[in-house]
């Protein structure tokens, strides 16, 4: 018996299914694996790990009576798969049977919420096990209710949750760490990266990985060389292709592509993620060409591009106007099925025609895509409007308003700008005032400014000089500067002095406002004072 379950966890760990069903196949001639959940637990576990979680289902069922081992191994194995409700309903159906949870099964159990977001279910599950003395004691159970709230966006609950263990190991700090730096905090994972030293843990290769992306996310350069300086005295980089290409993706994002490329030199055998991370990279420091060539060297080594890979090379194709390459890409996308796998790549193909002045292929590709969202639309209309289709701008607008989609910040900025290029002053302030008060969007920076551009191409100082004195962002000198523009086109002193010393006490030796205050009394006959 110890020799089949050992057969089949190397079936499991080879993802073997046709040697796997050999073997079950033989288990059931000899009769073996009636009541025996040993072997009921291996089977299931090689199904899951095979992707046969209906096989592993049915051989979970096939046993009259189930303990916990066997329903932990069939909650693992949904929650492996990444089917949280199903792991879920049936970790709910276990003690529906009168069977109690251990640390394995809680563990299983939280790893499924974390999965699919279900943050209350997991506080539910968190409240039993703390009820049962598992959570603070046992480090295992402890780091995945850790991480169940990291994954679920709630870090107070986290680290809270953290800070009441009663060890703290390189998993648990590991498992904060990720959060933080997967939800925005970079900041903050590197904070809790320099005390998890401080106490004395040694990084392990998922630590790396996750304090590098924290250092991409917040720029902070200095540090990252000093994580790739550990990285190199520990030899991880030969041996992990996640780290070093991790590495990669914080140099792309602090802006050295020079060490970008170096690092990825460095590799042994690039696989297509550290192609994509490096072509993207080149892509969004505006090195096209660059990307290309890359994406080019890609191909002849043998890689096929991902969808993160079709993304950032079409990007670079509509930048650079490569329109004959963007159909090339188009073709292969269309080939391996990727505008079904991410709508992504679909909403990349409408910008990079767009890009290319083909605004008719675009509004093509825009209608046979399956979901059009937010961002589609809006690269639809940016496209428009990059190419002086103003009205073809507002006829979209109105359409995409029609149907199920609410513009966001970046469709009012685009049709706000297309009110100001063709000078229509009352229609950009009634796109202005609906964004609050039809949408409940707060509008940022740049829709003020469109609006005192609108005003201030009209000749109504006033009210442009009242929008000024409405907004949040008095401290931003753009503003003044478009004040102070206004005033030059008009000659009025009395508001241009206004703004004059507004700017001024934001930056007392900005050179700009006394350009403009200059320009301002010459052109009222004042150039004598």
């Not at 051989?59 to 949904?78: H, R």
Request: proline residues 2%; charged residues 20%; aromatic residues 10%.
């Amino acid at each position: 018996m110890k020799n089949l379950t050992s057969l089949l966890k190397n079936c499991a760990y080879e993802k073997n299914l046709q040697y796997g069903r050999t073997l079950h196949a033989q288990i059931e001639r000899r009769g073996l694996l009636q009541d025996n959940v040993f072997i009921g637990s291996a089977l299931i576990n090689m199904y899951t790990k095979c992707g046969a979680i209906s096989i592993a289902r049915e051989v979970f069922d096939t046993f009259p009576s189930k303990n916990l081992v066997l329903w932990t191994s069939m909650i693992a194995g949904y929650a492996q798969m990444g089917l949280g409700e199903e792991a879920l309903a049936c970790f709910d159906d276990m003690q529906a049977n009168g069977i109690l949870p251990d640390g394995a099964a809680y563990v299983c159990a939280l790893t499924a919420c974390g999965t699919i977001g279900a943050a209350e279910k997991g506080q539910e599950i968190h409240a039993q096990a703390d009820r049962d003395g598992l959570v603070r004691e046992d480090i295992v159970v402890g780091t995945a209710v850790v991480d169940m709230y990291a994954k679920c966006g709630m870090l107070e609950n986290a680290q809270k949750t953290f800070d009441e263990l009663a060890v703290q190991n390189v998993v648990s700090w590991t498992a904060l760490i990720t959060g933080y730096a997967q939800n925005g905090s970079g900041e903050k994972a590197l904070y809790c990266f320099e005390q998890m030293r401080r106490d004395g843990l040694s990084p392990n290769e998922s630590t790396f990985s996750c304090i590098l992306k924290a250092c991409g996310a917040v720029g902070d350069f200095w540090k990252g060389c000093e994580v790739h300086v550990e990285i190199m005295k520990a030899a991880l980089l030969e041996r992990d292709i996640v780290i070093a290409n991790a590495l990669v993706d914080m140099y792309a994002k602090c802006g050295d592509m020079v060490k970008a490329q170096t690092v990825f030199n460095e590799l042994s055998v690039p696989d297509v993620v550290s192609w994509s991370t490096l072509i993207s990279g080149y892509a969004q420091h505006l090195h096209y060409e660059q990307a290309l060539c890359c994406f080019e060297c890609m191909k002849l080594g043998g890689v096929s591009p991902n969808t993160i890979t079709c993304v950032s090379i079409l990007s670079a194709c509509g930048r650079l106007g490569a329109f004959s390459k963007g159909q090339e890409i188009h073709r292969d996308v269309v080939m391996k099925a990727f505008l079904e796998k991410d709508p992504v790549v679909g909403n990349a193909l409408v910008s990079m025609y767009a890009t290319c002045g083909m605004l008719e292929e675009a509004q093509l590709m825009f209608d046979t895509l399956r979901v059009q969202d937010m961002v589609s639309w809006n690269e639809l209309l940016e496209g428009c409007a990059q190419l002086g289709k103003d009205n073809d701008v507002f006829e979209f607008f109105d359409r995409m308003v029609a149907g199920e989609n609410q513009p966001d910040l970046f469709s009012f900025t685009i049709i706000l700008n297309s009110c100001c290029h063709k000078g229509l002053v009352e229609e950009g302030i009634l796109y202005f005032n609906v964004i609050s008060s039809c949408f409940n969007i707060i509008p940022d920076l740049e829709h003020c400014v469109c609006v005192l551009d609108l005003y201030g191409r009209a000749g109504n100082l006033g009210k442009a000089a009242a929008v000024s004195e409405g907004m949040p962002f008095l401290t931003n000198l753009s503003v003044w500067h478009n004040m102070l523009g206004a005033c030059q086109k008009w000659g009025n002193i009395e508001t241009g002095m206004w703004a004059f010393r507004n700017a001024l006490q934001l930056d007392d030796s900005d050179p700009a406002a006394y350009v403009y205050m200059s320009n301002i009394f010459a052109v009222s006959d004042f150039a004598d004072i």
